[in-house]
């Protein structure tokens, strides 16, 4: 919830308030996923030695942070530094959690455990941008952002109080750790050649939207309000599907959902130069939200079926790193390509890379289901 608060009211906040251009307002969104890939790895690292609770009480508290100070932002700057850490708190929170679900859950309910994990998330992302909407709209158009900041300390507080006993993963741990990583990267290089590249595709088109369409809105004079209604139904039909998302994934393959999420967010993104209004933006939002709520644990259910089981963390610290450069380019290429072209072409090279994503996750990956009693596939890394 606290991360959807200011989806709806960032553009205008850097418009109105900090006097941004489209492009710049692509890149304050955009540099929440810098941040997280510059944690990424270090997340993974830190999140092996230093146990997983313990990483993400860290993490929500920089999240926290993060959020007053983009609150206290005064220029542009000063709120892309805050989104910087933003990103920086989420990497230490999500690769804790990941890498304990890693772990601790089977294979064969895989796809469901981490299907409900993202489903439960999408759906406080209902909450959040009706919440940010109305407290830029009736309070201050800075409102939103504290309130990310006091859900981000009690966050913090929920997780130090009410889970001190819950089982750390045991890892294996190197006393070099840039050995370490460089030996992992090596051993999975093809994966993340292939199937780290459909998770770049999927996370471009997913934070694409987040950029597009909130600006699309803005740019045909809806207001903050309005925005956030459209955001939060998108939201709502997206944390609607996450049970038929984890049933497919543990039945069918991962491969029965990733495929259609494509399909769908590049049809959303292909129909948003046709939304001139509030009812046409609503049907590209509803369509946006149905493509990522059939994509609901994709990644991550991914991730932990590719991961090694005696040291999880700095493998999907990687994993994440990559699947994160997605995110972050998405954002940070689309504002400068809004500048220079227009907003409608942006949204249709969105759904050209979604195209792309579908293509080859459907010929060039390999499906990673696997159940407890089948063999794991060899390893066929060559010396060097």
């Given at each position: 919830?606290?991360?959807?608060?200011?989806?709806?009211?960032?553009?205008?906040?850097?418009?109105?308030?900090?006097?941004?251009?489209?492009?710049?307002?692509?890149?304050?969104?955009?540099?929440?996923?810098?941040?997280?890939?510059?944690?990424?790895?270090?997340?993974?690292?830190?999140?092996?030695?230093?146990?997983?609770?313990?990483?993400?009480?860290?993490?929500?508290?920089?999240?926290?942070?993060?959020?007053?100070?983009?609150?206290?932002?005064?220029?542009?700057?000063?709120?892309?530094?805050?989104?910087?850490?933003?990103?920086?708190?989420?990497?230490?929170?999500?690769?804790?959690?990941?890498?304990?679900?890693?772990?601790?859950?089977?294979?064969?309910?895989?796809?469901?455990?981490?299907?409900?994990?993202?489903?439960?998330?999408?759906?406080?992302?209902?909450?959040?941008?009706?919440?940010?909407?109305?407290?830029?709209?009736?309070?201050?158009?800075?409102?939103?952002?504290?309130?990310?900041?006091?859900?981000?300390?009690?966050?913090?507080?929920?997780?130090?109080?009410?889970?001190?006993?819950?089982?750390?993963?045991?890892?294996?741990?190197?006393?070099?750790?840039?050995?370490?990583?460089?030996?992992?990267?090596?051993?999975?290089?093809?994966?993340?050649?292939?199937?780290?590249?459909?998770?770049?595709?999927?996370?471009?088109?997913?934070?694409?939207?987040?950029?597009?369409?909130?600006?699309?809105?803005?740019?045909?004079?809806?207001?903050?309000a309005e925005i956030g209604y459209?955001?939060?139904?998108?939201?709502?039909?997206?944390?609607?599907?996450?049970?038929?998302?984890?049933?497919?994934?543990?039945?069918?393959?991962?491969?029965?959902?990733?495929?259609?999420?494509?399909?769908?967010?590049?049809?959303?993104?292909?129909?948003?130069?046709?939304?001139?209004?509030?009812?046409?933006?609503?049907?590209?939002?509803?369509?946006?939200?149905?493509?990522?709520?059939?994509?609901?644990?994709?990644?991550?259910?991914?991730?932990?079926?590719?991961?090694?089981?005696?040291?999880?963390?700095?493998?999907?610290?990687?994993?994440?790193?990559?699947?994160d450069g997605g995110g972050a380019?998405?954002?940070?290429?689309?504002?400068?390509?809004?500048?220079?072209?227009?907003?409608?072409?942006?949204?249709?090279?969105?759904?050209?890379?979604?195209?792309?994503?579908?293509?080859?996750?459907?010929?060039?990956?390999?499906?990673?289901?696997?159940?407890?009693?089948?063999?794991?596939?060899?390893?066929?890394?060559?010396?060097?």
């Open positions: 919830m606290g991360q959807s608060i200011v989806i709806p009211t960032l553009p205008g906040f850097a418009r109105e308030v900090l006097g941004s251009t489209d492009a710049l307002i692509g890149l304050a969104i955009g540099a929440r996923h810098l941040g997280m890939m510059g944690l990424d790895v270090p997340a993974g690292v830190l999140a092996s030695r230093l146990g997983t609770r313990k990483t993400m009480i860290l993490g929500a508290a920089l999240f926290a942070i993060s959020a007053f100070a983009a609150a206290a932002s005064m220029n542009f700057g000063w709120l892309y530094a805050a989104r910087l850490l933003t990103g920086a708190s989420f990497a230490l929170w999500s690769i804790s959690r990941h890498s304990f679900i890693a772990v601790t859950v089977p294979p064969e309910a895989r796809g469901k455990a981490l299907s409900l994990f993202g489903g439960v998330s999408r759906a406080a992302m209902v909450l959040g941008p009706l919440a940010g909407g109305f407290a830029a709209e009736y309070v201050d158009i800075r409102a939103p952002f504290y309130l990310q900041g006091g859900i981000g300390l009690a966050t913090m507080a929920f997780v130090m109080f009410s889970m001190r006993g819950m089982p750390e993963p045991t890892m294996r741990q190197h006393r070099n750790v840039l050995a370490s990583v460089g030996s992992m990267v090596a051993t999975h290089r093809k994966v993340f050649m292939t199937a780290g590249v459909v998770a770049i595709c999927l996370q471009f088109i997913r934070q694409a939207r987040e950029f597009i369409i909130p600006v699309w809105g803005d740019n045909v004079g809806l207001s903050e459209v955001v939060a139904t998108s939201s709502a039909i997206d944390s609607t599907l996450f049970p038929l998302v984890g049933y497919s994934m543990d039945r069918w393959g991962r491969k029965s959902a990733g495929l259609p999420a494509f399909i769908v967010l590049s049809i959303s993104m292909a129909f948003l130069p046709f939304a001139d209004s509030f009812g046409l933006l609503m049907v590209a939002g509803i369509i946006a939200g149905l493509g990522n709520g059939l994509s609901s644990g994709f990644v991550l259910t991914m991730g932990a079926d590719l991961s090694p089981k005696d040291n999880p963390s700095e493998f999907i610290g990687v994993w994440r790193l990559i699947s380019a998405g954002p940070n290429i689309l504002g400068p390509l809004t500048g220079a072209f227009s907003l409608a072409t942006a949204a249709l090279v969105t759904s050209g890379v979604g195209v792309f994503g579908a293509v080859l996750l459907l010929f060039g990956v390999r499906e990673t289901f696997r159940r407890r009693d089948e063999p794991e596939p060899r390893q066929t890394t060559r010396p060097g």
